[in-house]
């Protein structure tokens, strides 16, 4: 009974320092969008989106031996994907199986200060949701045996990877002074258009202490914006608008070039 | 310099597409083919969506049929008659195309399918072509002229009910080789983005005996009104014509064109339709090993309505 006593003031003991330095620098992490939407336009070859943050409050100390780090995520909007594998048919490369995911985020680009392992151990992104590699895919159809359910989500992490909608830029985020950052992420010249959320994940020694999140809206550029709606909403007046633009061009070529 | 393509929703260099334009007007020009057999496959190989590649070539392909078709029908060498039957057809064909064009995206076989299709047509054609060419080249050099085509002679399709007299083409013939025809390339026409030229020719020719001289703009008349019924098919029900893809090809293939005719008149006929042959079948190759080799990538992605 006594030494059970012991041990829990004991513990008590370690919990004050520690509970107490936290209430004197409950650190945040604050950042901002110099826009909160980006055009494309008709010259769009992909961009570098740039996100300025403060940590508030940061411990001087910690700060200077460089142990605070940032982890700043851009997820596009979530639709529905479809994963094809093709496989041998008749000497022929076929689609035969495929796997639909409901709710797949269609980019998802990343920042940090540090190698992604340096920050802090795999336990704590998964429990995050944090990271490429451990945001959940929906399978539609959750009887699939999970090996299959694994290989088209690793199928489709790969491909989201290699056509640079998932992209990591590690070293992305830098600290211009004590408390100010800057984060630079990459967007894909096939960037979807739609609300991005960005977010920041503040660690300290590779305890998770503070999240933060702004919006960023993707949208197309007046004209380009104009031309999708059209063809969108009134696709048979777009239709009679494409055919009356390529008999123009046709009539127009044979005017410019006339030889008979 | 790259530009954005609204419906593809990705970015290209434009003077990439504004080359391909002009190079396939080149071709056409020189051998008087609409050139969506080219343009489309071409898009494909540059990673523009299948289904947007498709839509977008019968878009292109009314701007060079148009300005054919006018040339001809100012000459008068435009069979009206012929070319309404022909388009009844081809109406019908187009939206029942456009129908199975949306029924294989749903099912993620279109891919395949447009394939295949052009290889099994561009080998075929491709194949007849050089063959016929290469037994023309060596009769003339061997000092024999070329045979003439046998007028009068008549095969089983004039056997057929329902004859027609269509006076422009001096022809009576049973309207359903016409509009069989016409269907099976409008059918080609929503599936594949062609105008379908190169196998409307050789059919007119060979299976209905259209006078020569009549065949090129009853064709590409045919030609226009399809393509634009496609083009309108697939921006009501798929929404895939990208108007800026189309336009920017468009403007490369009417300069190309030009330089393309100038450039045909220099070679013999048998030259030109072995050279043809020869494109066409470098086509179906390019395609085909696609088909039989290894990809790179096995798995691929798309959206549930079939875009990414």
Same mark, same amino acid.
């Given at each position: ?75 596009? #909007?979530?639709? @529905? %994907? ?7 048919? !008749? ?7 495929? &796997? *639909? ?87 894909? #010249?096939?960037? @979807? %258009? ?7 994940? !503040? ?7 503070? &999240? *933060? ?48 | ?308």
């Amino acid at each position: 009974m006594r030494a059970a006593w012991l041990a829990v003031l004991i513990l008590a003991a370690a919990a004050l320092p520690a509970r107490a330095q936290e209430a004197a620098h409950p650190e945040s992490i604050q950042i901002g969008l110099s826009t909160d939407r980006v055009a494309i336009t008709a010259d769009f070859s992909g961009a570098d989106l740039t996100i300025f943050g403060a940590l508030e409050n940061a411990d001087p100390l910690i700060n200077r031996q460089g142990r605070y780090d940032v982890y700043v995520v851009l997820e596009g #909007p979530a639709r @529905p %994907v479809v994963v094809r594998r093709k496989d041998r048919v !008749l000497g022929m490369w076929i689609n035969t199986r495929s &796997e *639909t995911f409901v709710n797949v985020p269609m980019s998802y680009s990343v920042a940090t200060t540090r190698q992604p392992q340096d920050i802090t151990d795999p336990n704590n992104y998964r429990q995050l949701s944090l990271g490429a590699n451990n945001i959940y895919m929906e399978p539609e159809d959750k009887r699939d045996s999970p090996l299959t359910i694994q290989e088209f989500t690793e199928a489709l992490r790969e491909r989201k990877q290699a056509t640079g909608l998932y992209s990591d830029n590690i070293g992305g985020v830098q600290f211009l002074s004590q408390s100010l950052f800057r984060a630079t992420l990459h967007l894909a #010249p096939n960037v @979807p %258009v739609g609300t991005h959320k960005a977010r920041a994940f !503040l660690f300290r020694n590779g305890i998770f202490i503070k &999240e *933060t999140s702004a919006q960023l809206a993707i949208v197309k550029s007046g004209f380009e914006q104009t031309i999708f709606r059209f063809a969108t909403d009134h696709g048979f007046g777009y239709g009679l608008f494409a055919i009356g633009l390529a008999m123009l061009t046709g009539w127009l070529g044979r005017i410019v070039f006339r030889k008979d | 310099m790259g530009i954005y393509l609204p419906i593809a929703e990705m970015s290209v260099n434009v003077f990439v597409l504004l080359a391909m334009g002009a190079a396939v007007g080149f071709l056409s020009g020189m051998f008087g083919v609409g050139g969506g057999f080219l343009i489309t496959p071409l898009l494909i190989f540059y990673n523009i969506p299948p289904a947007i590649a498709v839509a977008t070539g019968a878009n292109q392909v009314i701007a060079s049929s148009f300005s054919g078709a006018l040339a001809h029908l100012k000459r008068g060498t435009l069979d009206f008659k012929l070319g309404t039957v022909l388009l009844i057809g081809g109406i019908a064909g187009s939206a029942a195309g456009a129908f199975v064009f949306a029924l294989l995206r749903a099912i993620g076989q279109l891919d395949l399918f447009i394939s295949l299709l052009y290889v099994v047509f561009l080998g075929t054609v491709g194949g007849l072509m050089l063959v016929e060419s290469v037994n023309a080249l060596r009769l003339t050099k061997g000092g024999v002229p070329p045979a003439l085509k046998k007028s009068g002679q008549h095969n089983w399709i004039h056997r057929l009910p329902f004859k027609m007299r269509f006076r422009t083409s001096k022809l009576f013939v049973s309207v359903i080789p016409v509009l069989g025809i016409g269907a099976g390339i409008g059918f080609l026409s929503a599936i594949m983005g062609v105008g379908g030229g190169f196998i409307m020719v050789p059919a007119l020719i060979y299976l209905l005996k259209v006078p020569t001289n009549v065949v090129v703009g009853t064709s590409l008349f045919q030609i226009v009104v399809v393509s634009a019924f496609t083009t309108l098919v697939h921006s009501t029900t798929n929404q895939t014509v990208d108007i800026i893809l189309a336009l920017v090809l468009m403007i490369g293939g009417v300069a190309g064109a030009q330089y393309g005719a100038k450039a045909g008149q220099k070679l013999r006929g048998e030259q030109l339709r072995a050279l043809l042959a020869l494109l066409v079948l470098a086509v179906a190759l390019r395609l085909g090993f696609d088909l039989f080799v290894k990809p790179q990538n096995l798995y691929s992605l798309t959206g549930v309505s079939g875009l990414l």
